[in-house]
């Protein structure tokens, strides 16, 4: 699997958008790119996943450009309780049903300050 | 039901305790994980179910017992922990063992005293 690369940390004013970007130059052709977002002491939780171009949904954006070897979440407008680590996982959909090994990356810890 | 529940939420134990912690899963999914997760680091993958069988066992101390009762259930069980496996255990589910997208439990915060 891709190895990830993110920064160790950011801090955001409230009200600010966030984009939190992630390297992943080994990406294979079949690889989806996967956030999660996890609160202290609670498990990761699946934000969004997007192949290429752009993915919206209620949470956040991901963009992905024509190369696929980095991607950026984008948060619009965070408030504190966005406060939290966001990983980024790079694998394929496993629609060949093979096990596929997903490991964390150290991840980005966002805070966001009042 | 999307979720996955863990129990308990916290544990404290002796070196010389037995415990087991318990997932629960109601989605469907034939895949289960158990994480292990210290303190400002990335979850670790300890073990993988797949179709209530072990699957991948990433070289986990044997004080540390996987069980799949049914495709509902997962149970770890502990024996003989150090303080050094004081840490959060994670439960994760997905559809196959396969893919990237997994539904987590809370966790259960344990103590080896």
């Known amino acids: 699997l891709a190895k990830t690369t993110q920064p160790i940390s950011m801090d955001s004013y409230e009200g600010q958008e966030v984009n939190i970007t992630c390297s992943h130059n080994n990406i294979a052709t079949n690889d989806y790119i996967t956030w999660y977002q996890q609160f202290p002491s609670q498990g990761p939780r699946f934000i969004i996943q997007g192949y290429k171009t752009k993915v919206t949904n209620e949470v956040a954006s991901l963009f992905i450009p024509a190369d696929r070897k980095s991607s950026t979440l984008s948060l619009p407008r965070v408030s504190l309780s966005d406060t939290a680590v966001y990983y980024c996982l790079v694998g394929d959909l496993g629609l060949s049903g093979g096990y596929q090994k997903v490991t964390f990356g150290t991840g980005t810890k966002l805070q966001v300050i009042p | 039901d999307t979720e996955v529940t863990q129990t308990p939420k916290h544990l404290v134990m002796g070196m010389t305790n037995k415990k087991s912690l318990k997932c629960e899963q109601h989605?469907?999914?034939?895949?289960m994980y158990w994480y292990k997760q210290k303190a400002k680091k990335p979850p670790e993958l300890m073990f993988v179910?797949?179709?209530?069988?072990?699957?991948i066992n990433e070289s986990v101390p044997s004080r540390f017992s996987p069980e799949c009762p049914n495709s509902s259930l997962l149970n770890l069980h502990l024996h003989a922990l150090q303080p050094e496996d004081s840490a959060l255990y994670l439960c994760a589910s997905s559809q196959t063992q396969a893919g990237v997208v997994f539904t987590f439990g809370s966790g259960t915060r344990l103590t080896v005293v």
């Open positions: 989605m469907g999914h034939r895949a």
């Open positions: 179910y797949s179709y209530e069988k072990l699957s």
